[in-house]
């Protein structure tokens, strides 16, 4: 039996963000995963993985960003920077210093790994806490993998601007996005550069991040992270334990996933949250083995 507990935690900027606790009622092996996701998008897109990891013993726990699920409402602007400099860092100063988690592993959805990775830039402390992480559709500057993608993130940037927010609502998604918060994500993929809003170079940074991580990524994402940039994202870290995995029909899956289906969908159920856990189980809580070897 599984049980849910919600926590509300503050933010440095005085913001509150959602943490939810998933954990099985009869079995526990002492070791944690952080989970979040991405825009546009709630703790759903988390919770099926999350129960699966349960299950089987971890306490998973997902942090919903401000403004999205459970997390109060604000009118305050924000982008993918706030939610790793203030939203992830209040989560990991809750879970590290107030109940003492020295162990984590990380699994992420699209905007969710960017955040993570911004945040362990900038506070390279935690980077000890964590054992693994596990992106799916995660990129940040390789959207535009040819000159149709290129015109068609201009357009859309354009389009957003001119009405003020993505109204992602109307076709299914949780959340809208303003344009506040996705021009960061629009201006790295076009300029090919991962900078924040003070022109703090992340990409230059990143090879800094030693931690093992396993890159998923969907031959049906075409638009916002297609393998090309899944890719050029997971060799910025420069770490040769990193893996990608790639997920279609002619690498053996059972469907050519899309953006949400690689980590939310029965198919995944089957055959690709099994790699994320033996990810996991592979780095243990010790840091940082030999490379894996592991379905490609």
């Given at each position: 039996m599984l049980k849910e507990e919600l926590v509300l935690i503050n933010t440095e900027d005085r913001e509150q963000i959602a943490l939810w606790k998933i954990q099985s009622t009869d079995q526990q092996n002492n070791s944690n995963v952080f989970l979040t996701h991405g825009t546009f998008s709630d703790k759903r897109i988390c919770l099926g993985i999350a129960k699966y990891l349960a299950k089987i013993g971890y306490t998973c726990w997902i942090m919903e960003w401000r403004n999205h699920g459970t997390s109060p409402s604000t009118t305050n602007k924000f982008n993918f920077e706030t939610i790793g400099l203030f939203d992830i860092k209040a989560a990991f100063q809750y879970l590290h210093h107030t109940l003492n988690i020295s162990n984590l592993h990380c699994i992420t959805h699209s905007g969710g790994g960017i955040c993570l990775t911004m945040f362990l830039i900038k506070n390279p402390s935690y980077k000890n806490c964590i054992n693994s992480i596990?992106?799916?559709g995660c990129q940040a500057?390789?959207?535009?993998?040819?000159?149709?993608?290129?015109?068609?993130?201009?357009v859309s940037k354009s389009i957003?601007?001119?009405?003020?927010v993505f109204p992602a609502s109307k076709n299914g998604r949780p959340h809208d996005e303003t344009y506040y918060t996705m021009k960061q994500w629009y201006d790295w993929n076009i300029y090919k550069e991962f900078k924040g809003s003070d022109g703090y170079d992340y990409l230059s940074k990143m090879k800094t991040i030693k931690i093992p991580i396993l890159s998923v990524c969907a031959k049906g994402d075409h638009y916002v992270a297609p393998k090309v940039g899944c890719q050029s994202f997971l060799d910025a870290f420069k770490n040769p334990l990193n893996k990608l995995v790639y997920c279609s029909k002619e690498d053996g899956y059972i469907e050519d996933y899309d953006h949400g289906r690689i980590l939310l969908s029965s198919s995944a159920a089957?055959?690709?949250w099994p790699v994320v856990r033996e990810w996991i189980e592979r780095y243990g809580d010790s840091q940082w083995p030999a490379s894996p070897n592991l379905k490609s």
């Open positions: 596990s992106f799916f500057f390789g959207a535009a993998k040819s000159s149709i993608s290129y015109i068609s993130l201009i957003i601007k001119l009405f003020g089957q055959e690709i």
